[in-house]
């Protein structure tokens, strides 16, 4: 893995990091300090690296997609933005928010979800940060893909927020751009899946390689294909909606988290 000076204002932070995905390129409820522009031995990630305070504690915010989503999820570079947030800005945990579709039953348009397993069906994606001419293969043990603290952390924060949220769910992570058809969802679910997202990996992993505490709030913006309202298509001004309503509900859980682990 490349080794890094880092630069002197970034030495001493150690906060907690929001990673932002469709329909989240602020955190409403950040008391921005400062932004910062970073180059990793990876490239540049997905924007300015955004600092501040959610009441006492301090974060680092980063928008999946860019601040202008102009970035699809196959062509996010998921190891500049793991490296900036872990090695440059010192986050001692990583909170994703991401939106996907409902596959099983009593995961609609709306709840939240805090997954505790994935299933990958991306490609072409750089999967690892130890490669390389000469660099020794290691295997990471990915068992349980999410920190199970905290997960704990996110429900608590959930609970004392009054917000409900899922206790757990399968994430499958789908190449994307375009949406799945009614059949792969229906495969999806016969291997287990519950929700389907499209960049849960490889960012989940890759933080797991930098030994970083990983966990993902997962806000159902609609029914997978050939589910619901979305048996014969995805209405995306409905999409549109649930998220403007729901992920007000999942800065109130990120709100809840920072008080709580300070």
Wanted: charged share 20%.
């Amino acid at each position: 893995m490349p080794m890094l000076e880092l630069p002197e204002n970034f030495k001493e932070f150690h906060m907690l990091a929001v990673i932002g995905g469709s329909g989240l390129t602020q955190l409403a409820n950040l008391e921005v300090t400062r932004r910062e522009v970073v180059r990793t031995p990876f490239g540049e990630p997905s924007g300015a690296l955004t600092f501040g305070r959610v009441g006492c504690q301090e974060v680092v915010f980063l928008a999946r997609h860019g601040y202008g989503h102009t970035i699809p999820p196959h062509r996010v570079n998921y190891r500049a933005n793991l490296w900036a947030l872990a090695r440059m800005a010192g986050a001692r945990g990583i909170v994703s928010v991401a939106s996907v579709g409902g596959v099983r039953a009593d995961m609609k348009p709306g709840t939240l979800v805090v997954p505790d397993q994935i299933i990958d069906y991306t490609w072409g994606r750089n999967v690892t940060f130890h490669e390389g001419n000469g660099t020794q293969v290691v295997h990471t043990d990915f068992t349980e893909p999410y920190d199970g603290n905290l997960r704990r952390q996110l429900l608590a924060a959930a609970e004392s927020a009054g917000e409900p949220m899922v206790d757990g769910g399968v994430y499958a992570a789908t190449q994307g751009p375009r949406l799945e058809t009614a059949a792969e969802v229906n495969r999806i679910e016969r291997d287990g899946a519950d929700l389907i997202g499209m960049t849960g990996m490889p960012e989940a992993s890759l933080a797991r390689e930098l030994e970083v505490p990983y966990a993902a709030v997962c806000v159902v913006a609609n029914w997978a294909a050939g589910r619901g309202d979305s048996t014969h298509n995805i209405d995306f001004a409905q999409i549109e909606e649930v998220l403007q309503v729901s992920l007000g509900r999942a800065r109130r859980v990120l709100e809840h988290l920072c008080a709580e682990s300070r």
